[in-house]
Nanobody
Framework: QVQLVESGGGSVQAGRSLRLSCAVSGYRFSTGCMGWFRQTPGREREGVAAFGRSGTTKYADSVKGRFTISQDNAKNTLYLQMNSLKPEDTAMYYC????????????????WGQGTQVTVSS
């Protein structure tokens, strides 16, 4: 059974940093794509960052230069380092994995975590 558990969310002031973690079990970590998504009430889930099997990374334009996705294969953990946070980054953040890579589109991701809330105040 595949499980993804996010942690690291919280409430911070604008300009500060947070690092989200996603512990993955029951899934071959280096296959397909691994990604971070976010969602606010009333809006569609948005792809934030993705990490492909070849090591390629992709980012949403809104987070380029501020967010960094990485993984630790030994710990089966995916990370999202978020710097220079802005109030518009406030959202529930989800990690996801899937054997077919759809990068920042959610369609091909099969397994999702429950989410961790990030709130950025001005």
């Amino acid at each position: 059974q595949v499980q993804l558990v996010e942690s690291g969310g919280g409430s911070v002031q604008a300009g500060r940093s947070l690092r989200l973690s996603c512990a993955v079990s029951g899934y071959r970590f280096s296959t397909g794509c691994m990604g971070w998504f976010r969602q606010t009430p009333g809006r569609e889930r948005e792809g934030v960052a993705a990490f492909g099997r070849s090591g390629t990374t992709k980012y949403a334009d809104s987070v380029k230069g501020r967010f960094t996705i990485s993984q630790d294969n030994a710990k089966n953990t995916l990370y999202l380092q978020m710097n220079s946070l802005k109030p518009e980054d406030t959202a529930m953040y989800y990690c996801a994995v899937g054997p077919i890579c759809s990068w920042l589109a959610s369609a091909k991701y099969l397994h999702w975590g429950q989410g961790t809330q990030v709130t950025v105040s001005s």
